[in-house]
């Protein structure tokens, strides 16, 4: 059996994997992960004294308040009111609500670098996913590639101390797993929306998410508000988290997965936490050798996971 996952026969989920395709493909792929990167330093700011919770709803209404203009304004409002309303509650409700708020909870137990390392088994979630979907065969570039994008992960999380992995673990894990079933279902799902309203219109669901679990979290009796006030560096901290870090940053990544596939495009989930590591030493953290070549290693992992001649891709696929 071939080993990268490959466009199966009868499939149009991604774009043509050409050259250019691919080049585009890995430059948006980048760039979202960079503008990612930047939201863990300022996440660490605000669970200072944001509960995860009133954090995940606070970044997810800034960044609603802010792209639905936009979408409206860009794409018109009969696109945006003829649009899959119901299908976006649902992959918005449990691929980002659920999953950004498990990504929250990861780093309030553990740091920023941490919980951009385990996320390393994003290539492992997506490739499972676009294999059980049909929308891949799996070649052996491709199956390489995972296993050396693993590697390298595993290199740059030996980094961290026992102690910061346990329950921050399973939730990051548990994040990366849904977010990657709800940036394919969102490429998938939603072919008639530009980029932003794809992620706009899932955000939204996100949002509807967030304010149940923050309805469930205020019936318990738990902490729903800062216990700080909200000063002006927290709103720019607020702004940097979810306007750069979630609304531009999955734009890019959806854009990215139309046309690398979600599994390829995640491998660069892998690289971020160099990416944070670098912002995190401009704040006054250590350098780390460890974390440094975990990332290469993942860098390398992701030339040898592309595909090397252009296919063409026909059909439709559903997933789900």
Known sequence: MAMSPEPARGVTLFMPAGRNSALSGNGLAVASMMAWAAGFPAA??????????A????RLALAVAVMVPLWFLLDGPSRVLRAKWGRAMVIGGFGFGISMFL???AQKLTDPVTVAIIASCAPLAATLL???AGTRRLKWNFALGVLVSI?????????????QLGLGAVCAIASTGLFCWGSMATARDFPELSQLGRATITFTGGLLMASVLCFGAAQLGMDVMPSAAVDAQQIGMLAIY???AMGLSQ?????????LGVALASFHINIAPFYVMLIMLMLGEDWSWTRALGAGVVALAVVVAQ??????????AKFG
């Open 151 to 163: 590697v390298g992960g595993l290199i740059a999380t030996s980094a961290s101390s026992p102690e």
């Open 103 to 105: 990504l929250i909870l």
């Open 307 to 316: 595909d090397r001649a252009p296919r063409e891709v026909r059909g439709s």
């Open 44 to 53: 660490e700011i605000l669970l200072q004294s944001w509960p995860p919770v």
């Open 130 to 132: 676009e294999l059980a």
């Open 251 to 259: 734009v890019l990544f959806i854009a990215s997965v139309g046309k």
């Open 242 to 244: 979810a306007l750069i």
């Open 55 to 58: 954090l995940l709803a606070a």
